[in-house]
């Protein structure tokens, strides 16, 4: 049997205006570590700025909760950017290493300007 535990730091999304912020979410089962350990539950969800990208708050859910959010709670007290995380390498394999994915995750949520309406972002036929 295994308990859940929760981790949060930093701001939540339901108090934070919509459209001012951006959400990026890991799940522990895309992570090398989270495999290993078979944990298909566990998830990392970061909240950040979509202006400024700065970090604007943690959610760590599941087995590792509390030894994964000291490090966005660094990143937040120095009023970090989402992009320390994609820009940071990782131990590998380790539960830290959601950080980089749910980073890429919101980024990728962001609007692309340099694309057209109803443009997809990624190619779709043959290259």
């Known amino acids: 049997m295994r308990a859940a535990v929760s981790d949060q730091q930093g701001a939540e999304s339901w108090r934070l205006r919509k459209g001012l912020f951006?959400?990026?979410?890991?799940?522990?089962r895309e992570i090398a570590r989270g495999q290993l350990i078979g944990d298909d539950i566990g998830m990392l969800k970061l909240l950040f700025d979509t202006k400024t990208r700065e970090l604007l708050g943690i959610h760590a859910i599941e087995d590792g909760a509390t030894e994964l959010v000291h490090i966005g709670q660094a990143v937040m007290a120095y009023h970090g950017k989402i992009n320390y995380?994609?820009?940071?390498?990782?131990?590998?394999?380790?539960?830290?290493?959601?950080?980089?994915?749910?980073?890429?995750a919101g980024l990728n949520r962001l609007p692309r300007p340099w694309l057209p309406d109803n443009t997809p972002s990624a190619p779709t036929g043959p290259v």
């Open 85 to 104: 995380f994609v820009d940071t390498v990782f131990n590998y394999p380790t539960l830290a290493e959601c950080y980089k994915v749910a980073a890429l």
């Open 22 to 28: 951006e959400v990026g979410i890991s799940h522990y």
